[in-house]
T-cell receptor, first 111, second 117 residues
Framework: EDKVVQSPLSLVVHEGDTVTLNCSYEVTNFRSLLWYKQEKKAPTFLFMLTSSGIEKKSGRLSSILDKKELFSILNITATQTGDSAVYLCAVTGGSNYKLTFGKGTLLTVNP | GAGVSQSPSNKVTEKGKDVELRCDPISGHTALYWYRQSLGQGLEFLIYFQGNSAPDKSGLPSDRFSAERTGGSVSTLTIQRTQQEDSAVYLC???????????????FGEGSWLTVV
């Protein structure tokens, strides 16, 4: 059974701090790893990673995948209060339509 | 529509009653998914539609749960004889095609928050 573990489960920081969120996985026939941001109900897509060692970047957010060690990190630099959300990591494996999610990391950014 | 639309956004029902949750995917998206998010848990896959057929319904937790999709568009998730453990957010998502990959990802709706009392 595919498995995704995220850490930490929650994190409180001050505006301007840099944070690193972790995602480790066990999956049969790995295809891709995805990061989502969930502020209220609808998770919004951030990144999809398929190749090891290639950083994806969007503004202050970046992510990288290590397929050898089976993990990914999501970095957020110069955090803002609007970054407060649950960040979800998910993987696809043998079924390339089914996402297996971790429980998420609750990030709170205080002013 | 511009995004995945779900209704109702909130539903409170009595234990034992049936409920129907509706999903209207992004126009042109052939693949549709239902996920469930219980308190403190990650999203849990329920069912996947490609067009009107459901090649994978392995995540439906019991035979009280069923889903259908008509016209390759709107989908309805039905829960019969609801139980308290069914309380969760039910999220619908759609994608342009069934295989997730570069350039094809899934987009989620706002969800339907179901509370069974």
């Amino acid at each position: 059974e595919d498995k995704v573990v995220q850490s930490p489960l929650s994190l409180v920081v001050h505006e301007g701090d840099t944070v690193t969120l972790n995602c480790s996985y066990e999956v049969t026939n790995f295809r891709s790893l995805l990061w989502y941001k969930q502020e209220k109900k609808a998770p919004t897509f951030l990144f999809m990673l398929t190749s090891s060692g290639i950083e994806k970047k969007s503004g202050r957010l970046s992510s990288i995948l290590d397929k050898k060690e089976l993990f990914s990190i999501l970095n957020i630099t110069a955090t803002q209060t609007g970054d407060s959300a649950v960040y979800l990591c998910a993987v696809t494996g043998g079924s390339n339509y089914k996402l297996t999610f971790g429980k998420g990391t609750l990030l709170t950014v205080n002013p | 529509g511009a995004g995945v639309s779900q209704s109702p956004s909130n539903k409170v029902t009595e234990k034992g009653k049936d409920v129907e949750l509706r999903c209207d995917p992004i126009s042109g998206h052939t693949a549709l998914y239902w996920y469930r998010q219980s308190l403190g848990q990650g999203l849990e896959f329920l069912i996947y539609f490609q067009g009107n057929s459901a090649p994978d319904k392995s995540g439906l937790p019991s035979d009280r749960f069923s889903a259908e999709r008509t016209g390759g568009s709107v989908s309805t998730l039905t829960i019969q004889r609801t139980q308290q453990e069914d309380s969760a957010v039910y999220l619908c998502a759609s994608s342009l095609a069934g295989g997730l990959g570069s350039g094809n990802t899934i987009y989620f709706g706002e969800g339907s928050w179901l509370t069974v009392v």
